[in-house]
């Protein structure tokens, strides 16, 4: 069966360019979750969608940090005006259940600015 | 600050025998743990979750024990093999929290390498 896929797998940005990182979710999945994950460390929240709406935001870094997910399946994380400390690998996350419980998780894209 | 602590960032193990992660958390709020496996280059990949209900699930070679008392998880392989051989990331949630609304807190990982 299909899992979670994101596109793309590898993204190179020079410093200054915009970026946008898209998620697939698994087929019937209400909740999806965006983290990144930094070289050495755990993944980190950034963002969580029920269906359309964006319930949870507090994780984006800053304003420059925005996701949608318009129809309550395919979801992009944009990421405008990119900085050397946004490398890292973006992980997205979908779960047949609201609440904590379990998510799966696509391969992500790692993200590298130069 | 780090609510889910994995103290260890490596271990060792010889094939067949047992390997055990520990993982530590702060948050009393938590009641749902799980454990994801990752091989590099590639997403998390979910193992076994437990209930703050209950001490111990089980699912083949892979055993959680939970002690609350102590916020205080572990995962058993047994017997371990060499395909085993990956990051472990111990997770905690607030199920259904208003405050927290699902999200997953990771600790920082335990490079498991089991050899033949």
């Known amino acids: 069966g299909a899992g979670v896929s994101q596109s793309p797998r590898y993204k190179v940005a020079k410093r200054g360019q915009d970026v946008a990182l898209r998620c697939d979710p698994i087929?019937?999945?209400?909740?999806l979750f965006w983290y990144q994950q930094a070289l050495g460390q755990g993944p980190e929240f950034l963002t969580y969608?029920?269906?359309?709406?964006?319930?949870?935001k507090s994780g984006l870094p800053s304003d420059r940090f925005f996701a949608e997910r318009p129809e309550g399946s395919v979801s992009t994380l944009k990421i405008q005006r990119t900085q050397q400390e946004d490398s890292a690998v973006y992980l997205c996350?979908?779960?047949?259940?609201?609440?904590?419980?379990?998510?799966?998780f696509g391969p992500g894209t790692r993200l590298t600015v130069t | 600050d780090q609510q889910v602590k994995q103290n260890s960032p490596s271990l060792s193990v010889q094939e067949g025998r047992i390997s055990i992660l520990n993982c530590d958390y702060t948050?009393?709020?938590?009641?749902?743990f799980l454990w994801y496996k990752k091989y590099p280059a590639e997403g998390p990949t979910f193992l076994i979750s437990?209930?703050?209900?209950?001490d111990k699930n089980e699912d083949g070679r892979f055993t959680v024990f939970l002690n609350k008392s102590a916020k205080h998880l572990s995962l058993h392989i047994v017997p371990s093999q060499p395909g085993d051989s990956a990051v472990y990331f111990c997770?905690?949630?607030?199920?259904?929290?208003?405050?927290?609304?699902?999200?997953?807190?990771f600790g920082r990982g335990t490079q498991l390498t089991v050899w033949p």
């Open positions: 996350a979908s779960s047949a259940r609201t609440g904590g419980y379990e998510q799966y």
């Open positions: 087929s019937g999945h209400v909740s």
């Open positions: 969608f029920q269906n359309e709406a964006q319930l949870d």
């Open positions: 948050n009393s709020m938590f009641d749902y």
């Open positions: 437990i209930s703050s209900i209950k």
């Open positions: 997770a905690a949630s607030a199920l259904d929290r208003g405050s927290t609304l699902g999200r997953l807190y």
